[in-house]
């Protein structure tokens, strides 16, 4: 597998964003629901008990209503946009070194998440309509390159966006190499919902490599700073130490130079003490407001 290296915000312009969600209104993907007549595989039920067990062991960034609320925190950053459901069919190149990012996690082609993702579809789906891009996707990993890809990978990619199996894929991909890494590191550090937020976006920015500025190299800043809480430090320094090392680290790049996913979204939840990222929630990102109820 390919582990990916550091991320980039990926806000677009809203004509951009507008235009992509257009195109993609007539593949509206199929609901769930839609099938709840239909005979129930033994791998779905399985998968159902799987989640029910672990919803039920949730205690923090994992309970699902407080997964809910980080999709849609990450959302707002990354897409200006709180239906983070609405983000499976996004992609564009944001000029940004990394190819094309894509999907609710913006996943890349030049960073290898993207090559895992559909990796993952074609094992579950075979001859999907992004499965000849596969070759090309390798080729392409760790470079900008659209060769192979263009000029219909996009329109593609917006296809397979309106397949639940897809949908599934991403959603699996993001717990696999983003969440589910982020939400372990935060409890056994000994820090709280908001806490393991903060970990989460800072993993889906920058990425869990070994950069100077990748998740590791900011938790190391912080821990030279502040103790958490299983180390017997106090969690509201400590997040403030580690909010300090993820805007050292966002401003090491030019895209990343807007702090305000940090400075008027996280920083003002730990200010109110807001350890539990309950609702309800307010807060601005490149000056766009954002409230949850």
């Known amino acids: 597998m390919h582990a990916p290296h550091k991320r980039t915000a990926r806000r677009a312009p809203r004509s951009v964003r507008i235009a992509v969600i257009a195109a993609g209104l007539a593949l509206t993907a199929v609901p769930v629901a839609a099938h709840a007549g239909a005979p129930t595989h033994p791998a779905a039920e399985q998968r159902t008990a799987a989640d029910a067990a672990r919803a039920a062991a949730a205690t923090g960034l994992d309970d699902p209503a407080k997964k809910e609320i980080a999709m849609k925190l990450v959302s707002s950053a990354e897409n200006s946009s709180l239906d983070w459901k ?122 869990d490599g070994d950069d100077s500025t990748g998740f590791g190299a900011i938790r190391k800043r912080a821990l030279a700073k502040a103790k958490p809480p299983a180390q017997g430090g106090d969690e509201v320094a400590y997040l403030n130490a580690f909010l300090d090392a993820r805007v050292w680290a966002m401003k090491q790049e030019e895209a990343h130079s807007d702090t305000s996913r940090v400075d008027t979204a996280q920083r003002v939840f730990l200010k109110k003490g807001n350890l539990n990222l309950d609702p309800p929630l307010d807060w601005k990102v490149y000056g766009d407001s954002y409230h949850i109820g």
């Open 86 to 207: 609405a983000q499976y069919r996004y992609i564009e190149d944001i000029d940004d070194g990394r190819g094309y990012t894509a999907g609710i996690i913006g996943f890349c082609s030049g960073t290898g998440d993207m090559l895992d993702l559909v990796e993952s579809y074609t094992a579950r789906k075979p001859g999907n309509v992004l499965a000849k891009y596969l070759p090309a996707l390798r080729k392409v990993n760790g470079s900008d390159s659209h060769e192979g890809l263009d000029p219909n990978f996009t329109k593609d990619w917006v296809k397979a966006a309106s397949d639940t199996v897809f949908q599934q894929a991403q959603n699996d991909e993001r717990d696999r190499v983003y969440f589910d890494p982020a939400v372990k590191r935060g409890k056994a550090d000994g820090i709280g919902t908001l806490g393991q937020f903060a970990y989460y976006d800072a993993i889906v920015m920058h990425g």
